[in-house]
Nanobody, 119 residues
């Protein structure tokens, strides 16, 4: 059974930075495209960023994340990270880690991690 466990969320001031982590267990980390989605209050889930399964580590970003967010992974630790800079209050949301078969929709979701951007 594949499990994803996120950490690193919390309260940050506008303009601040935060790093989210996600550890995958019960599966072969290198077999999945890993990603991050978020869901703000009253809104649906939206794609944030993804990194592919291969060693080349191709990355994908939502337009809103380009230039401010960086997704990376550590295969030795079965961990994917999301570094977020210049956060705005509108990015307050629950952030979810995902694992997907290559080029597919997410097969697995983490439990979600709250990020609150507020002064």
């Amino acid at each position: 059974q594949v499990q994803l466990v996120e950490s690193g969320g919390g309260l940050v001031q506008p303009g601040g930075s935060l790093r989210l982590s996600c550890v995958i267990s019960g599966g072969t980390f290198s077999a999945y495209d890993m990603g991050w989605y978020r869901q703000a209050p009253g809104s649906g889930r939206e794609f944030v960023a993804a990194i592919d399964w291969s060693g080349g580590s191709t990355t994908y970003y939502a337009d809103s994340a380009k230039g401010r967010f960086t997704i990376s992974k550590d295969n030795a630790k079965n961990t994917v990270y999301l570094h977020m800079n210049s956060l705005t209050p509108e990015e307050t949301a629950i952030y979810y880690c995902t694992a997907a078969s290559p080029l597919g929709s997410p097969d697995y979701w983490g439990q979600g991690n709250q990020v609150t951007v507020s002064s």
